[in-house]
């Protein structure tokens, strides 16, 4: 992306974070004045205005020049292919979604939604839940103890599907996927996640054990547990930890990397959040 900055400073940069997933990358940046001359990206593009003002211009599917100006909470969707300018003449704070055309269209088909769809141009609308996903997956990008594969897949899993079904054409083609898993599939994954308890799972592993979508899998598994994928790994963690902490031979931090976590610190913040005590209170409790 081209960007022409009026300030002549070092680094146009007042803060920047950037993360990328297969299929979907995402930034924040507070920025001095610039602009962005016409350009075509490629890839389904979401901006997101934390503070400030920008002007965007773009041609529409119809061929007529939208000029909006968006505040603060404002989305902006362009599909790609189209053409898109904008400039701020003031530091702004903006969230940036890049969506890749065939990851989308992976998840429409994985979730029986038509495969051949367009995107609605959006100029100015908040959405509070497409925000707070994004503000969560750059979070999580960023963090000193991260919850793992798990937990962002099923942030993007989220909030890719929020987009297709707010912001597309895509219809259902079979209708709604209310049905659980099979008893013999629960299973088999209930039983590779207790194998697997301390390497970072990912969705889509699962999914593949399930012999199904991850999102399809996904929805499938919280139906027949009531619960989410990422909350059931960390139930059986928690439930691991209690095991080995009842052999006081065990140094803590080794019961950590056992279960799972990736650090001391992060296995005490979630083990308190499921028992209310710390790993070290809970083993001299029940060492007593």
Request: hydrophobic share 40%.
């Amino acid at each position: 992306m081209q960007i022409e900055w009026e300030s002549e400073r070092e680094s146009p940069y007042l803060f920047r974070q950037a993360a990328e997933w297969t299929g979907i990358g995402l930034g924040r940046a507070r920025v001095v004045p610039g602009r962005m001359p016409e350009q075509t990206l490629n890839g389904h593009n979401l901006n997101v205005s934390i503070a400030g003002e920008v002007i965007t211009q773009k041609i529409s599917g119809t061929g007529r020049l939208i000029s909006t100006r968006g505040s603060v909470g404002n989305i902006c969707l362009t599909p790609a292919g189209q053409s898109l300018s904008a400039f701020w003449q003031a530091p702004i704070d903006i969230m940036h979604i890049r969506l890749l055309p065939a990851f989308l269209k992976k998840t429409a088909v994985e979730n029986q939604l038509s495969p051949s769809f367009d995107l609605i141009e959006v100029y100015k609308k908040k959405d509070p839940l497409l925000t707070h996903l994004a503000f969560a997956l750059l979070d999580e990008a960023s963090s000193d103890t991260p919850a793992g594969r798990l937990y962002a897949d099923s942030l993007i899993q989220t909030l890719t599907l929020h987009v297709l079904k707010s912001y597309s054409t895509a219809k259902s083609l079979n209708g709604r996927l209310n049905g659980g898993l099979t008893g013999y599939k629960l299973r088999r994954v209930k039983e590779f996640i207790q194998e697997n308890l301390d390497h970072d799972l990912g969705l889509a592993e699962l999914a593949v054990v399930a012999g199904l979508s991850q999102f399809h899998f996904a929805r499938a598994f919280r139906k027949s547990t009531g619960l989410t994928p990422q909350h059931y790994l960390m139930e059986r963690r928690i439930e691991r930890a209690k095991q080995l902490l009842s052999d006081d031979g065990l140094p803590i931090v080794e019961i950590s990397l056992r279960t799972g976590f990736k650090n001391q610190s992060h296995f005490t913040t979630l083990f308190r959040k499921f028992t209310n005590v710390t790993p070290k209170v809970w083993r001299d409790l029940n060492l007593a």
